[in-house]
């Protein structure tokens, strides 16, 4: 069986939209590679990997301004979290 070839991908901007909060699930399917590939190069872009599932965090009731994107790299979570939480506070 011939070796895949390696998808060129640019590390800074992967490290870029990793740390404004996308999911490695999301990466993925942008890059049109398999999870366990952006998973390897995130990490060799230097980013430190978040933790998996729904995070216990409190928020405040209000969370003033800013961008789903922007509250995630303040709490350290990804988007989709903050956005899960905010549809469970106001559900």
């Known amino acids: 069986m011939p070796k895949q070839l390696k998808k060129e991908i640019d590390l800074t901007l992967l490290k870029k939209l990793y740390e404004e ?13 398999s999870y ?12 430190e990997l978040r933790k998996q599932g729904i995070a216990e965090i409190e928020l405040p009731k209000d969370l003033g301004e800013g961008s789903l ?3 995630a790299k303040k709490y ?10 905010k549809k469970k506070d106001n559900g």
Do not use: D, H, M, P
């Open 21 to 33: 909060g996308a999911t490695l699930t999301e990466l993925s399917k942008k890059f049109k590679v």
């Open 36 to 47: 366990t590939a952006i998973r390897n190069r995130v990490k060799k872009a230097g980013c």
């Open 69 to 71: 994107r922007e509250l």
């Open 76 to 85: 350290g979570v990804s988007y989709q979290t903050i956005a899960n939480r």
